[in-house]
């Protein structure tokens, strides 16, 4: 079974930063996407960023200019850089992963989630 798991959440005042990571278990052969998705109450989980194998990237609109995305392929493992934090910001942050295990096909994991709140 693959795992993802996630820390860095917390409180933080508007304006802060935080860094968010999210490490898979070595049982994960080939990764095709890593990224991070978000759920506010009420509302869908949304895409927040996502980086490919080979580094590229992808952002909400809301977030381009404030998240950087990046990976430590030896590592398996993505960060989120969260900086001029926002109380919109504010939600449940999960982890996600493409990739499969040997012998298997690509499929979506996720992570167990990390709360960040944003304080006005």
């Known amino acids: 079974q693959v795992q993802l798991v996630e820390s860095g959440g917390g409180l933080v005042q508007a304006g802060g930063s935080l860094t968010l990571s999210c490490a898979a278990s070595e049982r994960i052969s080939s990764i095709k996407t890593m990224g991070w998705y978000r759920q506010a109450p009420g509302q869908q989980r949304e895409l927040v960023a996502v980086i490919a194998s080979g580094g590229s990237t992808n952002y909400a609109d809301s977030v381009k200019g404030r998240f950087t995305i990046s990976r430590d392929n030896a590592k398996n493992t993505v960060y989120l850089q969260m900086n001029s934090l926002k109380p919109e910001d504010t939600a449940v942050y999960y982890c996600?992963?493409?990739?499969?295990?040997?012998?298997?096909?690509?499929?979506?994991?996720w992570g167990q989630g990390t709360q960040v709140t944003v304080s006005s």
């Open positions: 996600n992963l493409v990739g499969r295990v040997a012998g298997m096909k690509d499929r979506f994991y």
